[in-house]
């Protein structure tokens, strides 16, 4: 009875000091301190700093997409412009197409015939006065062959140019057919070609000639004939001779070379009504001596193909209309419209020239036309020799 008693007080003790615990506990919460205006002031401030710095990142984000939208924007003006500019180039275009493109129809001249419509300037070639063109060739050929300008020094000097005259190389000609034809008549009886001996006008002997055989061309070249024989199987000796001779003097003349390029250095303005040649002050080189500057023609001495060149720069608000002449007719020509910026053009062609033939450039006729030059060398013609008519 004791013991439980014990127990009994025991556990009273354990409650009651359990519960003075609690109630301590509950009294020292209660007396926790409550935050000052300071602390609070400084986490206000806080939140109004850290809400600022975002603020000012979006005003920098809203800003950058202004900038972008106001671009965007521009670039859209600009692209509407173009294509404003476009639509109207494709309908200027389309109304040139539609009306036959009757740019070149009156010859570079307005509606009252005279010359000077920037916007019809193409048809000038065409419309050449070819009687004046002869008459200017004619008048610049009875010129002089030393035709120089005041003050310049010739150039046209080739020290290594050798000139044979003509009667020089026919001489040598017969001498070397002298010289070889025995030979060959000699080698062609061997070989059973009927070779005729010559006495006089109408005599002639067969030296050798088998009856079977027919030689239809003696093997030297004709340029381009039949030899001239007596019938159907007899080669004289004559023949034999003048085939070796023309033979020889082919081979000297295709040997020959022939090439030019010159410059002019000033300017040429147009007149209207009257076409110009287009004359050059420097020769940078002139193999064959063919090209006369003072006259600006060139004129063939040995036929054959050629190749001819000419670059022009126009002078400032003035078309280029420059024509290669053949003679008296355009092969080519080259022209270019009207502009304030620094135009050049280029044309070209290859010719089949026979001996006398002359090349040469022309300015059309027109006050709108005019080339500019000066020692920055722009404007230049060049020809040369492709192919001799020998070989």
């Given at each position: ?371 500019y030059g000066n020692d920055f060398n722009y404007n230049t013609f060049n020809g040369y020799l492709l192919y001799p008519n020998y070989i």
């Amino acid at each position: 009875m004791y013991a439980k008693l014990s127990i009994a007080i025991v556990l009273v003790v354990v409650l009651s000091s359990a519960d003075g615990v609690r109630s301590r506990r509950l009294r020292n919460r209660g007396r926790e301190p409550t935050p000052s205006a300071s602390e609070t002031n400084s986490e206000l401030r806080a939140q109004y700093d850290e809400l600022s710095s975002r603020f000012d990142i979006l005003q920098r984000q809203l800003d950058s997409a202004l900038a972008t939208i106001n671009r965007l924007s521009q670039n859209l003006v600009t692209l509407e412009e173009r294509d404003a500019e476009q639509t109207r180039l494709l309908s200027s275009v389309e109304e040139r197409l539609g009306e036959g493109c009757t740019c070149g129809d009156n010859g570079g001249r307005d509606n009252s015939g005279q010359p000077g419509n920037r916007n019809n300037m193409d048809g000038w070639v065409g419309q050449l006065d070819r009687e004046a063109v002869r008459d200017m060739r004619q008048n610049f050929n009875r010129r002089p062959s030393a035709d120089k300008n005041a003050g310049e020094e010739e150039t046209d000097e080739d020290d290594n140019e050798v000139d044979i005259n003509p009667g020089v190389l026919d001489a040598i000609g017969k001498t070397f057919a002298d010289m070889m034809a025995p030979r060959v008549i000699e080698k062609a009886g061997r070989s059973g070609v009927s070779i005729v001996r010559s006495h006089g006008v109408n005599k002639t002997e067969q030296i050798s000639a088998p009856e079977d055989i027919r030689p239809s061309r003696f093997p030297f070249r004709t340029g381009g004939k039949q030899l001239t024989v007596r019938n159907k199987r007899e080669i004289t000796e004559n023949d034999v001779y003048t085939q070796i001779e023309d033979t020889f003097t082919d081979l000297v003349k295709s040997n020959k070379k022939c090439a030019f390029s010159a410059i002019r250095t000033i300017p040429l303005l147009g007149v209207s009504g009257e076409p110009q040649a287009i004359t050059f002050q420097k020769n940078m080189a002139n193999k064959g001596k063919s090209f006369e500057r003072g006259k600006g023609v060139f004129t063939c001495k040995i036929p054959g193909i050629y190749y001819f060149s000419y670059t022009m720069r126009s002078y400032d608000e003035k078309h280029i209309g420059v024509a290669l002449m053949l003679n008296d007719s355009p092969v080519v020509a080259l022209t270019t419209d009207a502009s304030v910026r620094k135009v050049m053009q280029t044309q070209s062609s290859q010719l089949q020239l026979v001996e006398g033939d002359q090349v040469w450039l022309l300015l059309g006729p027109s006050s709108e036309f005019g080339v500019y030059g000066n020692d920055f060398n722009y404007n230049t013609f060049n020809g040369y020799l492709l192919y001799p008519n020998y070989i």
